[in-house]
């Protein structure tokens, strides 16, 4: 794990990963896309509003995932002290704000024409809209932290404590339509079986992968910018000492 600490020998291979994750994330996204507007059939209960499905679940899963790569990269930082989980976590969390901020404004569109209101305070669309909140929160803490250069550490380890705090908000998510009454529909993908027609799962499963592969190109790209932020600011400092 620690051979990918040295910046340079990282940033040589997120040069090369970097697109090759984003083109054919592209690719299969909007394919999938374009395959569940144009080719799925109306659904027998929900109409043609079910084609905002193959944005909307993918966005969910992707701020789900954005927020677990935080903690796991926040638990290496505090564990193992590695020197880029750290960065890895920063770069997480604003795609995995954008994705959990497109599921909430996708759910609402999909809510009004299939509960008749664009919003209710249940278990489901509470606990992800805390998630939101919650990235904003660590994305300002991690901004603060990294402009206060005289906190060093200390304030690194507090923002790593704030990702590991705010996987609680996971599980309750993932469960929350088992554990309380909700208009959202419970899981329709479980261990093994889905309740998912094949002629919405294989675009839905196609836009999943397109848009994670996305999500990774994104999160090595914000590592790559970081990295050079961090090295600018190393350079500017050592110049203004000399």
Known sequence: MHGFANPARFLRMARWLMPLMLVPGLILAFGAVAWGLFMVPPDRLMGQTVRILFIHVPSAWLGMAGWSTIAIASLVELVWRHPLAGIAARAAAVPGAAFTAICLATGS?????????????????????????????????????????????????????????????????????VWWNSLHQPPSITAGKS????????????????????????????????????????RLRRKAMA
């Open 109 to 177: 569109i999909w809510a009004r024409p299939t509960w008749g209101t664009w919003w209710v305070w249940d278990g489901r669309l509470t606990s992800f809209l805390i998630l939101l909140f919650l990235y904003f929160g660590y994305i300002a803490l991690a901004g603060a932290a990294q402009r206060d250069a005289a906190a060093g550490e200390g304030a690194s380890r507090v923002t790593a404590i704030f990702g590991l705090v705010g996987a609680v908000n996971i599980p309750i998510i993932n469960r929350s339509v």
């Open 195 to 234: 309740s998912i027609d094949a002629a919405f799962l294989y675009p839905l499963l196609i836009a999943a992968l397109g848009f994670t592969l996305i999500f990774g190109g994104l999160v090595l790209a914000r590592m790559r910018m970081l990295l050079a932020e961090i090295q600018t600011e190393a």
